[in-house]
């Protein structure tokens, strides 16, 4: 199983050549965890409602050649993967009511499963399906994750303050 939390990553930083110029080495594209920007907006305008029902969610995977992160607003069909039993947009997540535990309120979704499918993704992108596809959540898997004709799942973390997927502190 994909374990989004254990693969949290930060992009590594531009370098410097020493005369001025930045490079940011070899990968071109990458796909770095983060809580999209757009979506933190969105959310003191009202557009997402995760109670369970309300809104639609979904999960995209995508290949190495995708570039997803904080500036991500939303789903985009560049670089999604591709494969046997998976098929473009993703699947539906069926999300948990949010509830606050402690001081922090917290989202979960139920663990997600591509059935005997033979795909491989780098990371994926949570994405409201009801309000214009616009995106939440961009997640590395810390590297390519590949099933030939079994499960592929997606393991979401524990609902906790510190351990969710989606969290308000």
């Known amino acids: 199983p994909i374990r989004p939390r254990?693969?949290?990553k930060q992009a590594s930083p531009a370098r410097s050549r020493g005369n001025g110029e930045h490079y940011q080495g070899a990968v071109t594209m990458a796909i770095t965890s983060?809580?999209?920007t757009s979506f933190k907006q969105q959310l003191l305008v009202g557009t997402h409602n995760f109670t369970n029902g309300a809104n639609s969610f979904k999960l995209a995977l995508y290949t190495s050649s995708a570039t997803l992160g904080a500036g991500t607003t939303v789903y985009v069909t560049t670089g999604q993967a591709s494969g046997t039993n998976y098929t473009a947009g993703g699947s539906a997540l069926t999300n948990v009511t949010p509830f606050a535990t402690g001081t922090?309120?917290?989202?979960d979704f139920n663990d997600l499963t591509f059935s005997t499918a033979t795909v491989t993704a780098r990371g994926c992108l949570i994405y409201n399906d009801t309000q214009g596809d616009k995106a939440v959540a961009a997640i590395?898997?810390?590297?390519?994750?590949t099933s030939t004709a079994g499960d592929f799942t997606v393991v979401f973390p524990a609902p906790t303050a510190t351990g969710a997927i989606i969290r308000l502190a």
């Open 140 to 145: 590395d898997f810390g590297g390519d994750k």
């Open 34 to 36: 983060a809580i999209c």
């Open 6 to 8: 254990d693969y949290y």
């Open 104 to 107: 922090t309120a917290v989202c």
